[in-house]
């Protein structure tokens, strides 16, 4: 599907990246990435908290069902289009500022995480922070969550990020025909053409209001 | 339907491709009416932009019918009339709350990549690569347009189409690129390019304002038609630049400097043009910027830069010791055009006609020689509008 000019494309960006980027990966296996909201702190914050919004921005999950007691099941698409399920808790919960979660059961699927909301300077809105930890490889732990996040952890955690903005700001994702499903790291350098296609078109929806 | 794609440097083809539909709730389908080749096309059709796919359907200069819209376009219904504006933009982001709407935060799904080549992501832009979002274009039967709620100008009246497509992209950015110069009373501009920016740009000057447009080229055909927007025209290939400015300006240079050019300027030394060639070949050097370089020596001290002319990734040469010394300032950017389509309109309204940029009329099916033709600056080609069906 790579053509001449994507390769091209691709060596470019890693050369930069290289240059430009740094990931921020610990060894203990954490990752950071952080975004600006243009939306009040507490819309952010309210969103995020109820934890069935997140597949509408997280790329890899499918659905995230809450149990009374801050319990939640996750199911999540893997590798090789695998359905992987675990459940989660919330472990610290403040209103409009954190929301902390942990992975509990299997060793596979092991992680943690936080998410910090603070107000952007001058009224730029909502400054979002997301912080991941899981151990690989040397420890199995968090094996299939580092599988998840790929070569580029960092930017498929900004990807979300990215998707989480933009639902906040204009309440969807953003798509071409070039990528379908909105921003996603891999699809940046698998492109489809930029041409309609047949399998991306949804059931036309006319103007009723 | 039918659209015009990119096939591989210098060529493009019309082929059968799917109609586009509704992807999103904001989105809306236009049958577009009347399309137009844009000189930034050319840095496509050239092979210079990254991120090009072979079957990617070109066009940013687009207006129609609307045909069909999302449940969230309530301002938009089928049957209007509409001008699309060619930066794609969200309006809610703070770029566009602060209308820097070419700057949207939130409209290019592969601003990963962007990032990755220019630090940070600007709008996706339709049909303008991948890097930029991977949006088919306009020069098509039909168009998806998203966040048609935000972008699209309703054209209520009976204006023909000629006169208010190029509200969609050139007549802002030439009008853009004058506004950046912060024209006062007794200001010489400067305008590097007599395609259809230039002269926009040139007929901008004026209308703001400057005492003076000199316009600077080296077709005579599109001098002439800058001479008839009212600027001063200097032939390039008969005349020193520098000296000649000097001249007009009795030694102090023009107060402001706007180069239409971009990427792939021609300069008639050649050794020079030969440097910048061989390395934008080699992909050395992505851009051959002489008009830059000669708009920066050419700018009074204390001067603006103004930028419209397209850049796509590296430049060498830049004479960073003049423009420190000198205290220039410069000015850029992709047009925010949803800015300026309202008043522009009703400039329009009142009797400014744009079309007179206009050359020729062609049926999409004529692309691929649209193309060519105006590459090669045949028929004394200035601005072709394609006709879809
Ligand atoms: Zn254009
Ligand atoms: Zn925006």
Known sequence: ?209 | MKANCWMGRNKVEVLDVPEPGILNPRDAVVRVTSTAICGSDLHLYDGYIPTMRKGDVLGHEFMGEVVEVGPGVANLRPGDRVVVPFPIACGACLACEHGMYSLCENSNPNAGLAEKMMGHSPAGIFGYSHMLGGYPGGQAQYARVPFADIGPIKIDDDLPDEKVLFLSDILPTGWMGAEMCDIKPGDVIAVWGAGPVGQFAAAAALQLGAEQVVSIDRFPYRLEIAGRAGALTLNYEEVDVLDALRDITAGRGPDACIDAVGMEAHYPVAAVQAYDRAKQAARLETDRPHALREAIMACRNGGIVSVIGVYGGFVDKFPMGSFMNRSLTMRTGQCHVQRYMKPLLDRIREGFDPSFVITHHMRLEDAPRAFEMFKNKEHYCNKVVLSPW
């Open chain 1, 1 to 209: 599907m790579s053509t001449t000019i994507n390769r091209q494309a691709h060596r470019l960006a890693e050369a930069l990246e290289r240059g430009l980027h740094v990931v921020r990966f610990t060894p203990s296996g954490g990752l950071h990435a952080a975004i600006t909201v243009n939306r009040p702190r507490h819309e952010v914050y309210r969103f995020w908290r109820d934890l069935e919004n997140l597949p509408r921005f997280m790329a890899h999950v499918e659905s995230v069902v809450t149990v009374p007691g801050g319990g939640s099941h996750w199911r999540v698409r893997g590798p090789a289009n695998r359905i992987i399920e675990w459940d989660a808790e919330i472990t610290r919960d403040r209103e409009d500022e954190l929301i902390s979660w942990r992975s509990l059961g299997g060793a596979a699927t092991r992680h943690r995480g936080s998410v910090r909301f603070t107000d952007a300077p001058g009224g730029r809105g909502t400054e979002v922070r997301v912080e991941m930890e899981y151990r690989t490889p040397g420890g199995r732990a968090g094996l299939v969550v580092a599988r998840l996040f790929g070569e580029h952890p960092e930017q498929q955690v900004r990807d979300d990020l990215r998707r989480f903005k933009q639902v906040m700001e204009t309440g969807e994702v953003a798509r071409s025909a070039g990528s379908p499903e909105g921003p996603r790291a891999w699809r940046q350098f698998f492109q489809h053409k930029a041409q309609p296609a047949e399998h991306a078109r949804r059931p036309a929806q006319h103007a009723s209001r």
